[in-house]
């Protein structure tokens, strides 16, 4: 089942887990909260109650508005950012259960300070970063990548006092690192790093995994498909992705994400067996037929063998409408167990001039090599003669 508005880059979960099995899996969350919201109306029936679900959905008002409040600004940066953060950055923040508290933040990477924009962070507890909202600031209209965008060091905007830490800046006094490079060597150049990272911007929310983070896998969600399409499936797996309950569940604890993280590894294993199983059978029955075949043609006349092995041939322009298919699933299924760091299997390969097996060979005639063109002088079954004579 597609998701629209989420992106999973460089699968930071298999393509099949999220697609077909990640919706099934979440269903206990929707559950849990409905549950709650209903035990907060019994202890308050006058209280203004809704799960995160429901929160996540309603951001579509505040973000239309953000949008419609922006139009018309083009020499004011700062008034810009203070409606992004005032009109959607705080109520995204709240509806996903993370602290706002915009600042910049020092941090100290071989002996010297530099400043990253953060809009709120969860710490563990022992203190240490567990989660950081940095704040992707776009100053125009145009959508753009949070990863490309930079820090807005003019017009006093994201940075306010200089003393606290460096930002490198180009010829025009603009930020000129991306985001991509303040994520790698900024945030998790730290000697104490945050586990995750929640990239904001008007347009994406980014969440990062620092596990992940060396293959560049990420989860991307696209705001104006998920608040615009409505998809209730998307909203709910949005909701359940970001909220910090599942990133930074109070109390320690394992998160939620992990544990579909785990979920996902298995569903990509079972998929590669039940594929290996069904390749075994496909070779197996293939094989059966291929031994039939061979049996028959001992019982005829050579003059005879020519037409009988046209019969089991199969022409080359007419692949094997079976194991090519399996190989191909089987390959994409291990691609899978690779890309999620489980190495297991060594990965299927299959193409038209060399299959897996040349059982798509079985019945061919070869020719005698030392006279190119000639008359076939033998019957090739499985790679090896099988009788026939000239």
């Given at each position: ?218 989860l991307r969600f696209e705001l104006g498909t998920l608040l615009g399409e409505n998809n209730p ?136 090599p030392a006279r190119p063109g000639s008359r076939p002088t033998g019957l090739v079954a499985g ?8």
């Amino acid at each position: 089942m597609a998701l629209p508005g989420i992106s999973n880059a460089n699968e930071f979960y298999s393509a099949q887990y999220l697609e077909s099995v990640l919706a099934g899996d979440i269903k206990k969350v929707r559950e849990r909260w409905t549950e709650q919201a209903k035990a907060q109306l019994e202890a308050d029936p006058m209280g203004d109650v809704s799960t995160p679900e429901a929160q996540f959905k309603a951001l579509r008002k505040p973000w239309q508005k953000l949008r419609e409040a922006e139009i018309g600004i083009t020499e004011e940066p700062a008034e810009r950012l203070r409606l992004q953060r005032e009109l959607f950055f705080q109520p995204l923040l709240e509806a996903l259960g993370y602290p706002f508290a915009p600042r910049a933040e020092p941090v100290l990477i071989g002996g010297e300070a530099y400043q990253v924009p953060l809009l709120g962070e969860v710490s563990n507890a022992k203190g240490e970063p567990w989660l950081w909202v940095v704040e992707c600031f776009n100053p125009s209209d145009e959508p753009a990548d949070p990863l490309e965008l930079t820090i807005a060091t003019r017009w006093g905007c994201q940075i306010d006092d200089p003393s606290l830490g460096t930002v490198l800046t180009d010829g025009d006094g603009q930020g000129s690192e991306t985001w991509e490079e303040l994520i790698s060597e900024r945030v998790f150049g730290q000697e104490i790093p945050p586990r995750w990272v929640l990239a904001v911007s008007r347009d994406q929310l980014l969440l990062i995994d620092r596990q992940k983070w060396a293959a560049s896998r990420l989860l991307r969600f696209e705001l104006g498909t998920l608040l615009g399409e409505n998809n209730p499936d998307a909203l709910l797996a949005a909701a359940t992705l970001l909220h910090s309950e599942h990133t930074c569940p109070t109390g320690g604890g394992t998160p939620l994400l992990d544990e579909l993280d785990e979920n996902s590894h298995k569903h990509a294993y079972e998929v590669s067996s039940d594929l290996k199983y069904a390749l075994r059978r496909s070779i197996n029955s293939s094989t059966s037929v291929k031994a039939r075949g061979s049996s028959l043609l001992s019982l005829h006349a050579p003059s005879h063998a020519d037409r009988d092995c046209r019969c089991l041939q199969r022409p080359p322009d007419r692949p094997d409408p079976v194991l090519p298919g399996l190989c191909g699933q089987l390959r994409a299924a291990q691609l899978d167990q690779r890309a999620q760091g489980d190495e297991r299997l060594p990965v299927a390969q299959h193409n038209s001039s060399h299959p897996v097996l040349p059982l798509r060979h079985a019945g061919h005639h070869r020719e005698d090599p030392a006279r190119p063109g000639s008359r076939p002088t033998g019957l090739v079954a499985g790679g090896a003669g099988a009788g026939g004579g000239s």
